[in-house]
């Protein structure tokens, strides 16, 4: 027994706690005749319910130490997230109105989902009750984490997020995040059935929003609606970033796996812990077709949410300075109407030494040079930082340079993707326009099932009808590849 440990633990209760797991979820302390006594949550349901029993934590809190003795039983319930776990745990708490979470159901200021009682309703944080119309879930223990929960809820479903219905679609409509109810009245159906969905989650369904997601996924597939099977696809990847990073919100520095973040606060002298780091790309061929890319990484991992595309406007002919500089003030802009969503504390440039120079002129130009900035050159890997006029060179083992390396390769490999997608769409279009009786819906079809124009070539009959819907496209589509070389 850890000698840190009570020792007047009975030996049926100290293996079951034991036997607890580390991973996140809802902890349920039970007395006598299986009473719930208190209901919690953790992000490691082991080292926080066994943080309990130590004898320095039952000296600060008499409230502790009597539910200590009172402990014969600890079930848990994991669960994929925190965010999970702070759902679930107060929807438990609700059920069960456990003796020593009152504090919890009477206290006023702690936060609750708030969703409101309009035509076309909306989700947002509260911490009171005036409105009697709406329907509110909680009362939640993490502001901070329940912010974070509603913002995945309002990116995974195209609902409504303007505060006032505005006379033209806003920015959500055209990424595909709001329906556009303020110019298309005739999606409230679609609008409601999403809240359906909502409001059955945060009832406290054993789901977790991955588990959602994945069956929403699997039965796009299964009607052949791939656009909406990649759509929750992407979204599924967009939170496991969540899944896969423990962070202590208090001290950050003392999470685990951050060792790159802070070697570069450190090494840059950066007056804040870079948390949220963007990386801009170019990608071009003679300069057709121009596009940038942005990258963004949240405590070292991928937020594939905040991943950006963008087709260069003003620039003609190859100029990679002018054409990162129109991806990042545009990005900028953003942040300042309010369409974007965070504020970078780094923002990394794919280049040398004039790449980084010319973001540095946006960046004053537009009043964002608080801002920290670094480039990475492919060649030696050497790293451009505006206070210092030589390169710096980290060695390869450094945290750092790993990080940076590993961002900026995913920053160069979605601005390749993003413009080869763009080369192929015009051959595909060219193609497909030629065959008699293919419209935009049947050849939006095609492209998403296929991976590549041989691929529909190859394919046979049956399949293509199945795409298709009809069995003489099919026969004509099969026809046209075969008189042909494509």
Known sequence: MNPRMSTKIPKSLQDNLNQLPVTSGVYLMKGNDREILYIGKALSLRKRVLSYFRAEIQGRSPKISVLVTKIKKVDVIETPTEADALLLEAALIKKYKPKYNTELRDDKSFPLIKITDERFPRIHLTRNKTDKRAVYYGPYTDGKLLREVIRLINNLFPIRKCTT?????????????CLAPCI????????????????????????????YL?????????????????????????????RKKRFD????????????????????????????????????????????????????LEN??????????????????????????RMLIGIREGREESMPDLILIDGGKGHLNAAKEILKQ????????????????FLFTPAKPDPIVLPPESPARRLLQRIRDEAHRFAIAYHRSLKGKDITKSVLDEITGIGDKRKRLL???????????????????????SEVLAEQINRFFKSRSV
């Open 304 to 329: 594939k949410m905040e991943y950006r595309r963008y087709k260069i406007k003003s620039v003609n002919g190859i100029n990679d300075y002018a054409m990162i500089q129109e991806a990042l003030r």
């Open 184 to 211: 298309k009245p005739e999606v409230k159906s679609e609008h409601d059935r999403h809240f359906k969905e909502i409001k059955n989650f945060l009832r406290g369904g054993k789901k977790s929003l991955i588990d």
């Open 214 to 242: 994945t069956d929403r996924m699997h039965d796009a597939r299964k009607s052949y609606q791939f656009e909406d099977a990649q759509f929750f696809k992407d979204q599924i990847e967009a939170l496991g970033w969540i």
């Open 249 to 300: 919100t208090k001290r950050p520095e003392a999470s685990i796996g951050l060792s790159g973040t802070m070697e570069l606060k450190k090494t840059f002298h950066l007056a804040r812990l870079p948390e949220r780091i963007v990386c801009f790309d170019v990608s071009n061929i003679q300069g057709d077709k121009a596009v940038a890319s942005r990258v963004s990484f949240h405590r070292e």
């Open 165 to 177: 219905l505005p006379k033209t679609a806003c920015l959500y409509y055209h990424i595909g995040q």
């Open 366 to 381: 537009e009043s964002f040079d608080d801002i920290a900035l670094l480039s990475i050159a492919k060649q030696f890997e």
């Open 447 to 469: 492209l998403k099932h296929f991976d590549s124009i041989e691929a529909m070539k190859r394919a046979p009959v049956s399949e293509l009808a199945k795409i298709t819907g």
